[in-house]
């Protein structure tokens, strides 16, 4: 059974301050995705990675996939209230659907 | 329209009921699929569909009937229910099956059996 295991489960911060979020895996994926979800919403696309070492920024969002393709990091760096919300990785082997970790809840005060 | 379109957003209903929930999407996507969304678990893959034919069926219990009419509507038919399926019902769509391709979310129906 393939997992993802994400942490922190939960973190709170104050505007303007860093953070790291995890994705980990004992599988090799083909591709990792992260998406953002907000209360009552479903989750939305932040980025796409596929190949070992890989790295994308999404503004002040930097994302990371693990050069043995089995974990990810997304770092927010001086983060905003708006950040707040359900951080989701998913992933997936050729030709199969994706699978979720159970998400970093982020709150970020003002 | 544009986008993955839910409806209804909330539904309430008895065990011995039955109701249908309704997925469409306008990007011409070929992938669409069922998430089940439940407090401190992860989504859960239900169903995927590519091209109207299902591709995968994750030993979900036989009270949920999915049915792809053409490539822009999926349905997922509930018959007596239980109150452990209550969750957060969410459909998806994608250009093709595998992940490379982004998915695209509607924003779910709220279910809750009693």
């Known amino acids: 059974t393939q997992l993802l295991e994400q942490s922190p489960q939960f973190l709170s911060i104050q505007e303007g301050e860093n953070l790291t979020v995890y994705c980990n895996s004992s599988?090799?994926?083909?591709?990792l995705q992260w998406y953002r979800q907000e209360p009552g919403e479903g989750p939305v696309l932040l980025v796409t990675?596929?190949?070992?070492?890989e790295v994308k920024k999404l503004k002040r969002l930097t994302f990371q996939f693990g050069d043995a393709r089995k974990d990810s990091s997304l770092h927010i760096t001086a983060a905003q209230p708006g950040d707040t919300g359900l951080y989701l990785c998913?992933?997936?082997?050729?030709?199969?659907?994706?699978?979720f970790g159970k998400g970093t809840t982020l709150s970020v005060s003002s | 329209e544009t986008g993955v379109t839910q409806t209804p957003r909330h539904l309430v209903m008895g065990m011995t009921n039955k109701k249908s929930l309704k997925c469409e999407q306008h990007?011409?996507?070929?992938?669409m699929y069922w998430y089940k969304q439940s407090a401190k678990k992860p989504l859960e893959l239900m169903f995927v569909?590519?091209?109207?034919?299902?591709?995968e069926n994750n030993s979900v219990p036989s009270r949920f009937s999915p049915e792809c009419p053409n490539s822009s509507h999926l349905f997922l038919h509930l018959h007596t229910l239980q109150p452990e399926d209550s969750a957060l019902y969410l459909c998806?769509?994608?250009?093709?099956?595998?992940?490379?391709?982004?998915?695209?979310f509607g924003s779910g129906t709220r279910l809750t059996v009693v």
């Open positions: 998806a769509s994608s250009q093709a099956t595998g992940g490379y391709y982004g998915y695209t």
């Open positions: 599988s090799v994926f083909s591709s």
């Open positions: 990675v596929v190949t070992g070492g």
């Open positions: 998913a992933a997936n082997q050729a030709g199969t659907a994706l699978i």
């Open positions: 990007l011409g996507h070929n992938a």
């Open positions: 569909y590519s091209l109207e034919e299902r591709v």
